[in-house]
DNA sequence: TAGCCGTTTTGATTTGCGTCAACACGTCCA
DNA sequence: TGGACGTGTTGACGCAAATCAAAACGGCTA
């Protein structure tokens, strides 16, 4: 039972105060629209970073809801689970982006987020958001537009689950990955995908060989270069010219 | 050229002021939780009813957004398109639920909200929702609620597009309609469908005529009657075995 | 360095749903 | 009353993706 005395606060439960001013992430954050003086409330507002390994859980599906999280660095997924043991991703979240509006609605989180890669995130105590969106009107706007945000990113996920063929789905996905990396600063064309072939199949509804098998055509017609999850976008025409045709 | 002079003001654009402390959909809509004095304050926010006949859009995609809608009367239907004319039902909507969600988070909607019968709708600008939502935190809170709560649906929805097969998609649809028509004091066994096959297709990402085959199945199989669009469920135990019983 | 394990790739085969086509039904209007 | 049109049903056939199977790859650690 002999601990050094520097370890006894262990190190993957930091809790550092957060500093939004000093956050190179807050034009892509909750203080996005906000004054210099308003992110200084803001500060106060969310409560602590906290680091979450890879293949940890920030929560679980049932657990009572208290707060949100912004992501300040690090990839995260969420899924939902079916009684029968199904299950489908559905996201996949980057820096700057915000995790856990799905409890608002009721006690508890409906789904489950799982860090794909060690992670840092900030978190939010929901109460203390409600109260000081009262009183500042730009980030009450400014989370609303963040929740809206949620909801037409969904339909966009219905639109591509409900009628797109395998390999527009997958370029679709690689499009979106890249527009975002881009908005953080990363090469638009050069990634790193942190999810496995299964986790994407997840995500767009088809099995992990045919996701498998779309890589390899988009290799074969030059679109694409592959290695494992290492991804460089040769020919983004290309991709994009695999969108909007209609099967029929 | 000569017009009778009481049908100046066309009916069809009703101005009647909104009465939610009236209203026998108050506990299904926005101002679930409040007290009376509250929701008096609520009324002043909602601005007008207007009626909405079959087939007439509420709001269009690309339409300046303003305000969202809460239904007090009839039937909707939401798509969205994409450029190349491919288009997806994200949703139906009935009494007591609210339209236009995804028009905050931009200028613009960014789907079309079509009424499926003669409709009757309240306006809520959303300046208005904001500025008494900083006053009232029930109200606030209960909008974040109902927010939320769209996001879980659409969830679900992506979901059953991604993981079941045709015949537990449209068993899901059918419980949901029962269980939605249930909550608002109509039967949970027999109803009337406001949309087409092409419609519900559409939504659960299926052909019209794959839908129909699952109705005629559904039928020889004793869990339903179909005549057109009027559905009798006759064995909700039945429907209810179709689901949580996985492809592989 | 060898051996193990999770992940990915590729091939062969099956299948659920889409597609195409014909016909039935109900409603509207001439 | 009849014919046109929108909607729904049913059948025959084809195809995209699922399933089943096996082997290759890369990252571990013993």
Redesign the pocket.
């Known amino acids: 039972m002999h601990t050094p005395n520097k370890s006894i606060i262990p190190v993957t439960l930091t809790t550092l105060k957060a500093a939004c001013s000093q956050c190179n992430l807050r034009e892509l954050c909750l203080p996005y629209g906000l004054s210099a003086s308003e992110i200084e409330q803001i500060e106060s507002m969310v409560g602590v970073r906290r680091r979450v390994k890879r293949q940890q859980h920030l929560y679980r599906a049932g657990e009572t809801f208290e707060a949100i999280y912004a992501i300040r660095s690090g990839f995260f997924k969420t899924d939902v689970l079916l009684e029968d043991g199904r299950d489908q991703v559905t996201g996949f979240q980057m820096a700057g982006e915000i995790l856990g509006m799905d409890g608002i609605s009721g006690e508890a989180h409906t789904c489950n987020a799982v860090a794909l890669e060690d992670s840092e995130i900030c978190v939010i105590p929901f109460a203390h958001l409600e109260r000081l969106s009262r009183e500042i009107q730009a980030l009450q706007r400014h989370f609303h537009q963040v929740m809206s945000r949620e909801i037409v990113r969904d339909h966009g996920v219905m639109m591509l689950l409900g009628t797109m ?3 527009e789905r997958l370029a679709t996905f690689l499009l979106n990955l890249s527009q975002r990396f881009t908005t953080r600063g990363y090469s638009p064309a050069e990634f790193h ?1 942190r999810m ?3 986790e994407i ?1 997840s995500y767009l ?9 779309a ?2 055509r988009f290799q074969d017609e030059g679109f694409i270069s ?4 290492h991804i460089r976008i040769l020919d983004i025409a290309g991709l994009k010219k695999l969108l909007n045709h209609p ?2």
Do not use: W
């Not at 509804?205 to 098998?213: N, P």
């Open positions: 063929r395998a390999e995908l496995t072939r299964d199949g509804g088809l099995k992990l060989e045919t996701v498998s098998r890589f390899s592959v290695q494992q999850k099967p029929s």
